[in-house]
């Protein structure tokens, strides 16, 4: 149903969150564009479920929200994911 897969993106955004925490090295320095996409996932990993309905227009907006979530990691990951400094270490 939508709303367990709003579930399922609240902790998918919270999870990229803190995993992007734990390995990053420069948490304080992002540029603006990089914040925006952080907190946009911060405010969609505490979605409030109880504002989710099994609704056409409940569908369409969860389906708008995992394409933005897409771009947010997307860019994120383009700005920062190519770190060469942590390249070489193995994080398991």
């Given at each position: 149903?939508?709303?367990v897969?709003?579930?399922a993106l609240g902790y998918w955004c919270q999870g990229f969150l803190?995993?992007?925490m734990q390995v990053t090295e420069n948490k304080e320095e992002v540029d603006e564009e990089v914040a925006d996409a952080f907190n946009d996932l911060?405010?969609?990993s505490n979605i409030d479920l109880d504002s989710?309905?099994?609704t056409e227009m409940d569908e369409?907006?969860?389906f708008s929200i995992i394409e933005h979530i897409k771009v947010a990691a997307q860019l994120i990951h383009s700005v920062n994911g190519q770190n060469p400094a942590r390249a070489d270490e193995t994080l398991h």
């Open positions: 149903t939508t709303i897969r709003g579930e803190l995993g992007y911060e405010e969609i989710i309905g099994n369409k907006s969860l």
